[in-house]
């Protein structure tokens, strides 16, 4: 009898292997790590709790643990005297830098593999092998253990992209959770696999609603309709998305239906309106961008959203006629200048901590932390505040809806595309799914 087990890669890829057992691997070896096994550890204790009651596996999976921390914590430790007898400022500066991308990595990888263990209440982690993987075996105390075919899976973490892909297509795993987007057409056309499920969040460019000229709700609107969202899909970003016309994204549901269904586009469109975009900026003073200041599109350290950010400058030049600057910092300080104000157009973007338009209202709420775009507006804040007091789902949803359109009217944010959950994961599995909020489902998998 064909062993039923998967593995899979995670973090910068996401490797699935399903012919032998459902495995999920992951690597790490960052201090970063030790929060989140910290909230794993509470994690998986809660499910084994309340799925084995008090059986030996909850003692044998803290040792583990707990085995894990001694181990971080020594390397912390190590890495700490590597610091303070490293020769030159320049050493130790790159050595922290490099700390700090692999710990972000490691970081939001283990937020994903507790994310895993949750959805997964019928597999309990039977081994970590830090820098290595993590596996998960079947619970047979499961509710509904005879209907879970699988028996293990191997969570792989690979940091290189293109060697989890590489992984993938000499059949070494079965499943990459990210896709590299210089390889997406390809693989799509070749049917190798590629499975794109809606994700709850939206890529977009915050407008600084205080700064000249885009305090003008006529030129935010200018920039918006000269915007192609289909050509960036297609040519730049290479995905499989959804154009966007708002911030807020679909994905949340009341009674089986999206509250977004059927919602306006509030007068944008896949591809660039140049005549509506130039009447707009005419209407704001500038026609044919006669005596338009430069505009400065600002952007963060990432070869995509550096395509991104160039693209959108050539279609603004093209469409409005206008000068356009493109500025790039690396994240912590290219968010410092967003969070104080000093930008015009910054590329920026929204994923929802949780499916509910809560996670995404507050972002242009008068004087609320999370508002960057030093956006107000009385009606709108009144709208969330309803919203938050609301206990009828239906009645809430109205709500959002209307205070969307307020946002989406004003022309608040450069609405580009709907985030999606693309990733790969071969022909002979099946019976996986994936939510919005990027939580992969494993209980119904077959292998054959």
Same mark, same amino acid.
């Given at each position: 009898?064909?062993?039923?087990?998967?593995?899979?890669?995670?973090?910068?890829?996401?490797?699935?292997?399903?012919?032998? %057992?459902?495995?999920?691997?992951?690597?790490?070896?960052? @201090?970063?790590?030790? &929060?989140?096994?910290?909230?794993?550890? !509470? %994690?998986?204790?809660?499910?084994?709790?309340?799925?084995?009651?008090?059986?030996?596996?909850? #003692?044998? %999976?803290?040792?583990?643990?707990? +085995?894990?921390?001694?181990?971080?914590?020594?390397?912390?430790? $190590?890495?700490?005297?590597?610091?303070?007898? #490293?020769?030159?400022?320049?050493?130790?500066?790159?050595? *922290?830098?490099?700390?700090?991308?692999?710990?972000?990595?490691?970081?939001?990888?283990?937020?994903?593999?507790?994310?895993?263990?949750?959805?997964?209440?019928?597999?309990?982690?039977?081994?970590?092998?830090?820098?290595?993987?993590?596996?998960?075996?079947?619970?047979?105390?499961?509710?509904?253990?005879?209907?879970?075919?699988?028996?293990?899976?191997?969570?792989?973490y690979v940091l290189d992209q293109a060697t989890a892909l590489t992984a993938y297509e000499s059949g070494e795993v079965d499943g990459v959770a990210s896709i590299p987007s210089s390889d997406f057409a390809r693989l799509k056309a070749e049917n190798a696999g590629v499975q794109t499920s809606p994700s709850y969040g939206t890529v977009y460019y915050d407008f600084n609603c205080s700064a000249e000229p885009v305090n003008n709700v006529l030129v935010?609107?200018?920039? *918006?309709?000269?915007?192609?969202?289909?050509?960036?899909?297609?040519?730049?970003?290479?995905?499989?998305?959804?154009?966007?016309?708002?911030?807020?994204?679909?994905?949340?549901?009341?009674?089986?239906?999206?509250?977004?269904?059927?919602?306006?586009?509030?007068?944008?469109? +896949?591809?660039?309106?140049? $005549?509506?975009?130039?009447?707009?900026? +005419? $209407?704001?003073?500038? @026609?044919?961008? !006669?005596?338009? @200041?430069?505009?400065?599109?600002?952007?963060?350290?990432?070869?995509?959203?550096?395509?991104?950010?160039? #693209?959108?400058? !050539?279609?603004?030049?093209?469409?409005?006629?206008?000068?356009? $600057?493109?500025?790039?910092?690396?994240?912590?300080?290219?968010?410092?200048?967003?969070?104080?104000?000093?930008?015009?157009?910054?590329?920026?973007?929204?994923?929802?901590?949780?499916?509910?338009?809560?996670?995404?209202?507050?972002? *242009?709420?008068?004087?609320?932390?999370?508002?960057?775009?030093?956006?107000?507006?009385?009606?709108?804040?009144?709208? &969330?505040?309803?919203?938050?007091?609301?206990?009828? @789902?239906?009645?809430?949803?109205?709500?959002?809806?209307?205070?969307?359109?307020?946002?989406?009217?004003?022309?608040?944010?450069?609405?580009?595309?709907?985030?999606?959950?693309?990733?790969?994961?071969?022909?002979?599995?099946?019976?996986?799914?994936?939510? +919005?909020?990027?939580?992969?489902?494993?209980?119904?998998?077959?292998?054959?």
């Amino acid at each position: 009898m064909k062993s039923r087990t998967i593995s899979i890669i995670l973090a910068a890829v996401l490797a699935f292997l399903l012919p032998q %057992l459902a495995q999920a691997q992951i690597a790490a070896s960052n @201090p970063l790590e030790w &929060v989140a096994l910290a909230e794993g550890n !509470e %994690l998986i204790n809660g499910q084994i709790d309340k799925q084995i009651k008090g059986q030996t596996q909850t #003692a044998v %999976l803290q040792n583990s643990i707990a +085995a894990e921390f001694n181990r971080i914590h020594q390397w912390e430790k $190590e890495y700490n005297n590597y610091l303070k007898t #490293a020769s030159g400022f320049a050493s130790s500066l790159k050595a *922290c830098t490099h700390l700090y991308n692999d710990g972000v990595r490691i970081f939001l990888t283990l937020g994903k593999l507790g994310k895993a263990i949750k959805n997964n209440p019928q597999g309990i982690i039977a081994s970590m092998s830090m820098n290595e993987n993590v596996i998960l075996e079947k619970n047979e105390n499961y509710w509904d253990a005879e209907n879970v075919s699988l028996q293990k899976v191997t969570f792989r973490y690979v940091l290189d992209q293109a060697t989890a892909l590489t992984a993938y297509e000499s059949g070494e795993v079965d499943g990459v959770a990210s896709i590299p987007s210089s390889d997406f057409a390809r693989l799509k056309a070749e049917n190798a696999g590629v499975q794109t499920s809606p994700s709850y969040g939206t890529v977009y460019y915050d407008f600084n609603c205080s700064a000249e000229p885009v305090n003008n709700v006529l030129v935010r609107k200018a920039i *918006c309709l000269a915007i192609d969202r289909q050509s960036i899909i297609d040519n730049v970003v290479q995905v499989d998305a959804q154009p966007a016309y708002s911030f807020l994204a679909p994905g949340y549901s009341v009674d089986g239906k999206d509250i977004t269904e059927g919602r306006e586009s509030f007068g944008l469109s +896949a591809t660039a309106d140049v $005549e509506g975009a130039q009447a707009a900026l +005419a $209407e704001a003073g500038y @026609p044919n961008g !006669e005596g338009f @200041p430069t505009l400065t599109l600002s952007y963060y350290d990432n070869d995509t959203v550096k395509k991104v950010v160039e #693209a959108m400058a !050539e279609m603004l030049k093209n469409n409005l006629n206008i000068n356009v $600057e493109v500025s790039s910092n690396e994240w912590s300080i290219f968010y410092d200048d967003v969070q104080k104000g000093n930008y015009q157009v910054a590329a920026m973007g929204w994923s929802a901590d949780y499916v509910n338009p809560m996670s995404f209202l507050p972002l *242009c709420k008068t004087g609320d932390s999370s508002n960057n775009l030093f956006y107000s507006n009385a009606d709108y804040d009144a709208l &969330v505040d309803q919203v938050k007091a609301e206990n009828d @789902p239906a009645k809430a949803a109205e709500l959002t809806l209307q205070a969307d359109a307020i946002v989406s009217n004003d022309y608040a944010v450069l609405p580009l595309y709907y985030k999606s959950n693309n990733y790969l994961m071969h022909d002979n599995i099946s019976g996986f799914y994936m939510t +919005a909020s990027g939580n992969l489902f494993f209980k119904d998998v077959k292998v054959g």
